[in-house]
């Protein structure tokens, strides 16, 4: 069965950059679209980008387009999101979660989830 280890969570100022990264574990990942979601203290979780199966279509929350990069490298079983300009607004634990389908799906659609990482700006 599939598993996910997010990673590279930390303190960073604000204007800072910093790179998680979703590792995969149990199967061919190549067979997963994977998303990355996010949970603020008090919010709802919501959903941050995705990447489908063939890592050529990518999708973006408008909170974070323009300043978040989702990749995936499948000889590695990893996915990444790479984080620039991040905001106090940023501050969240972190979730990477991949469906067995060929799109990105909300977040009930996604079968597996990792524990998460947590990441917080602030000076």
């Known amino acids: 069965q599939l598993q996910l280890v997010e990673s590279g969570g930390g303190l960073v100022q604000p204007g800072g950059s910093l790179r998680l990264s979703c590792a995969a574990s149990?199967?061919?990942?190549?067979?997963?679209?994977v998303g990355w979601f996010r949970q603020a203290p008090g919010k709802e979780r919501e959903g941050v980008s995705c990447?489908?199966?063939?890592?050529?279509?990518?999708k973006y929350a408008d909170s974070v387009k323009g300043r978040f990069t989702i990749s995936r490298d499948n000889a590695k079983n990893t996915v990444y999101l790479q984080m620039n300009s991040l905001e106090p607004e940023d501050s969240a634990v972190y979730y990477c979660?991949?469906?067995?389908?060929?799109?990105?799906?909300?977040?009930?659609?996604?079968?597996?989830w990792g524990r998460g990482t947590l990441v917080t700006v602030s000076s």
């Open positions: 149990g199967a061919t990942f190549d067979y997963y679209a």
């Open positions: 990447i489908t199966r063939s890592g050529t279509t990518t």
């Open positions: 979660a991949a469906t067995g389908g060929f799109m990105c799906v909300s977040q009930d659609g996604m079968g597996y």
